[in-house]
Nanobody, 121 residues
Framework: QLQLVESGGGLVQPGGSLRLSCAAS????????IDWFRQAPGKEREGVSC????????YYADSVKGRFTISRDNAKNTVYLQMNSLKPEDTAVYYC??????????????WGQGTQVTVSS
């Protein structure tokens, strides 16, 4: 079965950290750019970050720049999103998606099911 599986979400206090994982099953991530998105209740989906497959270029939304770091471990077939200095406004369901065309193209081949991140005291 070809799928992406996110994990690592949870409840964290403001200022805390979480690391999300996006693991591929049934295919290799080597040839895919991986995007992280988030969607909060009542809000539109927001692109958070992307890492390319070709040269490892990384992109971040202004709202997370300097706090979030995206990385990939092709040996583990996994992409990570390290989230530091979390704020209540980071609360959302986080999704990863694989795009064989590259970052910022928007033609996704696979989506994960999402993982909830809640930032609250």
């Amino acid at each position: 079965q070809l799928q992406l599986v996110e994990s690592g979400g949870g409840l964290v206090q403001p200022g805390g950290s979480l690391r999300l994982s996006c693991a591929a099953s049934g295919f290799t991530l080597d040839y895919y750019a991986i995007d992280w998105f988030r969607q909060a209740p009542g809000k539109e989906r927001e692109g958070v970050s992307c890492i390319s497959s070709s040269d490892g270029s990384k992109y971040y939304a202004d709202s997370v720049k300097g706090r979030f770091t995206i990385s990939r471990d092709n040996a583990k077939n996994t992409v990570y999103l390290q989230m530091n200095s979390l704020k209540p406004e980071d609360t959302a369901v986080y999704y990863c998606a694989a795009d064989s065309h590259g970052c910022l193209v928007g033609e996704y081949d696979y989506w994960g099911q999402g993982t909830q991140v809640t930032v609250s005291s």
